[in-house]
């Protein structure tokens, strides 16, 4: 039994938790520390401070406590949770190295990216220059996130680059830094993920309301409202080749939340309490929208109210790493709806001091409960605002239309001067105006991962491979582990098979081009061999694969994967061009005067760059923050720093650069620049992987045209993907890039010049024809 239970923070979410906690019959006393006026009358409240980790873990010991639950992001950041582990007592809420999954949106990024989740492009900028060049990037609507903490106000989402470049430089004033992405379509929800560290269990999905204004207008808020479930989200699904039909929430498990959990474990910072999922169900498939270290505010209050597990349990459960692998919750039948009721003038600079009447009468109606955020008791005993956001009230029902209207009945009942509430929450819901699922201009809907969503068909599904399980749709690769009966069973390796889907843009086009797959399959291995001539270790480790995929898949071992990609540069052209005409560098790297595209370098650079997630940019990178990002990222080697790493990355991929910008001379190409992919092996060997040296990887152009290009200043004509990027660009394809529309089908003549020229670059390049 939980004789007592220790709930940290002043608001609406602590008191939804409290309430919660009361409702489970092992819990004997629950306390809370601050509280605010509406906790108080409910519970035993103390008045410490708190962010005061060494305060509260002396009140836990204090008052006997048997678990301590953290409610605000503001104590998790602060380390609060440290502390109160360290002096014994289980805590349900992340350590702060943890936490920092809220606390910095950068770092969020990082993990995701190394987690290989589904977000939102982005790039972290630090000064105006900066921000103004991602805004413009990216365009309209701007999205600008202040990197730290915010209470979830610190984002700006705006038609007005003015309005958005403001708010970036006052974070910059600020001493802080922002995250600028692109900004993502479709409907948002929240899902709540409960982790002991290890395993994970998920809460009903809601939707929050962020705005201030009905129609969602005028700025962000910490929440307006919240509903839950979502019966939009109902027949939102995905089915892999396994045959499996995922919901929504499944998905999200499967691609969000394991993967960042199991990725901040191997961090050696295990995530223990809620991981808040901040999501949008765009038109490429879910993608994050932002994590948040703690239950949301006002989701929180209606998701708790149909909560029927019992809470205190399932949060020690969380605590003391005894949550299980197959843990499930049950539910209260029906719907919960809340409104959220703000003070004057919220969020800028909300009124203080108001007495509230009508909270008794409100908290008296049937299925309705008030819990309290905002609020105080003045010297004469009566109940006044002492915050933003002052109180939720909750409606429940059968139906999510007497959800809304019992929430909104209650409101009715309470008055002070100047509150505030937005009268629509959930109307789209209930009018059914929420539509996911679909691609705009196309009848069928593919994830950013090649995953079928709302069963529609991809192009190219992963074919099913005797003794191989799919683990991963790239967007031109197919990834496979070995089955339990596989011969490979026991070894540490994976089926690696290249598609013939072609992408561009951040898009993946229709239709693909016929034989890619063998055509760059077989050059990266002819590569692969020719360079292990040269001492050069690969990851490849066997090109008997099954029969369906003949020629255009490997076996290759699994590594620990280095987050970055090794570029090296023997010709100026591309970003590094464009880096160059604006500051005479690239990457940092100051190069001659005068050169121009296509102009041949004193000597190859090494110029690294971040290792997007699908659907985003890579960012080119200095060599000092490749070395900082390695040192955060390497753990397999304990005597590997990042200082290191790097050193042998950039030695190794110039080498690789110069014996194959040697080897493509002779042929008469061109190796203008590549890109490599490294990983470690368990003996910390650096090891070449992925696809190398293909048109795909690399910019190859005709020996024999580079030096009349170069001084007629014409760009030159690539082995590559030109053909497709020319006429999507072209008047002829309709296609606007900045539409967000899914680009047209590509025309036969492009798909069969596309085709030849990657058979040409392995012609010059190998001096054979491939048999296909």
Request: a negative charge.
């Amino acid at each position: 039994m939980i004789v007592k239970v220790l709930v940290v923070g002043p608001g609406g979410r602590e008191h939804a938790i409290i309430r919660a906690l009361q409702r489970d019959p092992s819990v004997e006393t629950v306390e809370a520390a601050p509280g605010n006026a509406g906790i108080a009358r409910d519970v035993l409240c103390h008045a410490v401070d708190a962010q005061d980790g060494q305060a509260v873990a002396a009140l836990a010991a204090e008052r006997s406590a048997d678990l301590v639950v953290i409610g605000p992001e503001a104590p998790l950041a602060a380390g609060v949770a440290d502390a109160v582990r360290a002096a014994g007592i289980p805590v349900f809420g992340p350590s702060k190295e943890a936490a920092a999954l809220e606390a910095s949106k950068a770092f969020a990024k990082e993990v995701m990216a190394a987690a290989g989740v589904p977000t939102a492009e982005a790039v972290h900028a630090a000064e105006i220059d900066q921000a103004a060049q991602a805004l413009d990037r990216f365009g309209a609507p701007y999205v600008v996130k202040d990197d730290g903490l915010a209470a979830g106000k610190g984002v700006v989402v705006t038609e007005d680059r003015a309005a958005a470049l403001a708010h970036a430089e006052a974070c910059f004033q600020a001493g802080g830094s922002v995250v600028i992405e692109e900004f993502l379509d479709g409907p948002e929800v929240s899902l709540f993920v409960l982790s002991d560290g290890e395993h994970l269990v998920p809460l009903s999905p809601a939707q929050d309301f962020k705005r201030i204004f009905d129609n969602d207008e005028g700025p962000n808020t910490g929440g307006m409202g919240a509903y839950t479930p979502l019966d939009w989200l109902e027949g939102y699904t995905e089915t892999h080749d396994d045959g499996v039909t995922r919901d929504f929430t499944q998905i999200v498990m499967d691609r969000v939340a394991a993967p960042t959990v199991a990725e901040m474990a191997r961090r050696g910072t295990p995530f223990v309490g809620v991981l808040y999922c901040g999501l949008a169900v765009t038109s490429r498939g879910v993608r994050v929208v932002e994590f948040n270290a703690r239950f949301g505010d006002p989701e929180t209050q209606a998701v708790l109210e149909r909560l029927q597990t019992p809470l205190g349990q399932l949060l020690l459960d969380c605590a003391t790493g005894s949550l299980g692998a197959d843990r499930q919750l049950t539910w209260r039948d029906g719907y919960a709806a809340d409104v959220v009721m703000a003070a004057q003038n919220y969020p800028e600079s909300p009124r203080k001091g108001d007495v509230i009447t009508g909270v008794e009468d409100a908290a008296a109606l049937e299925n309705v409960a008030v819990l309290h955020a905002g609020t105080a008791t003045d010297d004469d005993g009566s109940l006044v605002t002492a915050g933003g956001r002052v109180l939720a009230v909750v409606g429940t029902g059968s139906t999510l239309a007497e959800a809304v209207d019992r929430a909104y009945a209650g409101v009715k009942r309470i008055s002070w001067p100047g509150a505030q509430h937005r009268t629509d929450i959930a109307s789209k819901a209930l009018a059914g105006e929420i539509q996911v699922g679909y691609r705009a201009g196309g009848s069928t809907s593919e994830s950013g991962d090649g995953v079928v969503v709302s069963g529609s068909a991809p192009a190219e599904t992963a074919p099913e491979l005797p003794g191989w399980i799919h683990v991963n749709s790239g967007k031109v690769r197919e990834l496979y582990r070995p089955a339990p009966d596989s011969p490979w069973a026991d070894q540490s390796v994976l089926l690696m098979v290249a598609t013939d889907r072609i992408s561009a843009y951040d898009h993946v086009l229709e239709p693909g081009i016929p034989d890619k797959g063998i055509i760059l399959n077989q050059l990266s291995l002819w590569w692969f061999n020719k360079l292990a001539e040269a001492g050069i270790p690969n990851h490849v480790v066997s090109t008997e694969v099954p029969e369906q995929v003949a020629g255009r898949a490997i076996i290759v071992q699994e590594l620990d994967m280095v987050p970055a990609e090794a570029i090296v540069r023997g010709y100026l052209t591309g970003s590094g061009l464009a880096e160059y005409r604006e500051t005479g560098t690239v990457t940092g790297i100051e190069l001659p005067a005068g050169l121009t595209d296509g102009s041949r370098l004193p000597s190859p650079i090494f110029t690294p760059s971040t290792k997007a997630e699908q659907g985003d940019h890579d960012e080119n990178i200095s060599f000092a923050q490749l070395q900082e990002r390695l040192g955060a990222a390497c753990t397999l080697q304990a005597s590997t720093d990042g200082a290191d790493l790097a050193r042998r990355v950039r030695e190794l991929a110039l080498n690789i650069y110069t014996l194959a910008e040697e080897t493509a001379r002779e042929a008469g190409v061109i190796l203008a620049d590549t890109k490599f992919e490294f990983g470690l092996d368990a003996d910390g060997i650096l090891v070449l992987a992925d696809e190398v040296l293909t048109p795909d990887s690399s910019r190859f152009w005709p020996a024999e045209e580079w030096e009349r290009h170069v001084a007629q200043g014409k760009p030159q004509p690539s082995f590559d993907k030109q053909y497709v990027r020319n006429w999507l660009t072209s008047e002829a394809s309709g296609w606007d890039r900045a539409s967000g529309q899914v680009p047209p089908a590509l025309p036969s003549e492009v798909v069969a010049a596309t085709r030849e020229r990657y058979l040409d670059a392995y012609r010059r390049l190998t001096g054979s024809d491939l048999q296909l």
